[in-house]
């Protein structure tokens, strides 16, 4: 684990999935199988329907909330949309950049500076994604997309704020496709990231930035990237809608930390 963070953090990103009754169902079950563990940060986004009703069922030593996005203007006339201000105080962590918001959305690293800064500005640690598609990997492209989606998401954030960052490595071709990268992957991208961060921010941010792999990860490859060096976490997709799964990834983190 890199040199100051000395928590694991694994996060559930259960995308649009589930209503407000079957979260709250699927919460309460989580938290009978989910230890509370000194050494591991367990964060759930659920639909931001649910975030009200399972803040109020969660115990946060257990696990934290975080929201999948959210709108970086504060309040006014933005039809549907969930602004950070909105957000203030019900979550610990906003998913932002995240490569559904990219590609699907068609967000671009403009949008994502503002949210980045908007969940600054209020107390909202933003977990900024990043990450190169088939294409851009196939042509030798990965670095420059990082570096480039890196400086993007981070151009308006100071050196006092960068300590909140967390980046999540998130291959496009890896999500939902069941074609996890390889750890070695993981451990490459963690390595230019940290190397970019200390060109920006100098290296003691670089060594106490903590960086997520996420991207198919299953109960079964998880403690792979968590054995692997530059990796402090998962960003979990498929695999936090099974209780089973997520507890064992949540399992396997805090196993990593008392080998
Ligand atoms: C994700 O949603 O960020 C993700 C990595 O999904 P999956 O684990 O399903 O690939």
């Given at each position: 684990?890199?040199?100051?963070?000395?928590?694991?953090?694994?996060?559930?990103?259960?995308?649009?999935?589930?209503?407000?009754?079957?979260?709250?169902?699927?919460?309460?079950?989580?938290?009978?199988?989910?230890?509370?563990?000194?050494?591991?940060?367990?964060?759930?986004?659920?639909?931001?329907?649910?975030?009200?009703?399972?803040?109020?069922?969660?115990?946060?030593?257990?696990?934290?909330?975080?929201?999948?996005n959210l709108y970086w203007?504060?309040?006014?006339?933005?039809?549907?949309?969930?602004?950070?201000?909105?957000?203030?105080?019900?979550?610990?962590?906003?998913i932002i950049g995240h490569s559904e918001r990219r590609h699907v959305f068609h967000e671009h690293d403009k949008d994502i500076r503002s949210k980045v800064?908007?969940?600054?500005?209020?107390?909202?640690?933003?977990?900024l994604c990043?990450?190169?598609?088939?294409?851009?990997?196939?042509?030798?492209?990965?670095?420059?997309?990082?570096?480039?989606q890196?400086?993007g998401g981070?151009?308006?954030?100071?050196?006092?704020?960068?300590?909140?960052?967390?980046?999540?490595?998130?291959?496009?071709?890896?999500?939902?496709?069941?074609?996890?990268?390889?750890?070695?992957?993981?451990?490459?991208?963690?390595?230019?990231?940290?190397?970019?961060?200390?060109?920006?921010?100098?290296?003691?941010?670089?060594?106490?930035?903590?960086?997520?792999?996420?991207?198919?990860?299953?109960?079964?490859?998880?403690?792979?990237?968590?054995?692997?060096?530059?990796?402090?976490?998962?960003?979990?997709?498929?695999?936090?809608?099974?209780?089973?799964?997520?507890?064992?990834?949540?399992?396997?983190?805090?196993?990593?930390?008392?080998?």
């Open positions: 684990m890199s040199a100051t963070n000395d928590k694991k953090l694994i996060v559930g990103n259960w995308k649009m999935n589930m209503n407000v009754h079957e979260s709250s169902i699927f919460v309460h079950k989580l938290s009978k199988e989910i230890a509370v563990h000194r050494d591991v940060e367990v964060v759930v986004a659920p639909t931001f329907l649910a975030l009200q009703p399972v803040s109020l069922q969660i115990e946060r030593r257990q696990f934290k909330l975080a929201s999948q203007r504060d309040h006014g006339a933005y039809t549907g949309e969930v602004s950070a201000s909105q957000l203030r105080g019900l979550v610990d962590y906003a800064q908007a969940a600054i500005r209020n107390g909202i640690k933003p977990i990043v990450g190169e598609t088939a294409h851009q990997r196939a042509a030798g492209e990965t670095t420059d997309v990082i570096h480039d890196l400086i981070l151009a308006n954030v100071t050196s006092e704020e960068f300590s909140h960052i967390t980046v999540a490595y998130e291959p496009v071709w890896a999500i939902g496709t069941g074609n996890n990268a390889l750890p070695d992957d993981a451990k490459k991208a963690a390595r230019s990231i940290r190397r970019q961060i200390e060109h920006l921010y100098g290296r003691k941010s670089a060594e106490s930035l903590r960086i997520l792999y996420g991207g198919s990860v299953k109960s079964d490859n998880a403690a792979s990237y968590l054995a692997t060096e530059g990796i402090d976490g998962l960003l979990v997709g498929g695999a936090s809608l099974s209780v089973h799964d997520f507890s064992v990834i949540v399992a396997a983190a805090h196993d990593m930390e008392n080998d």
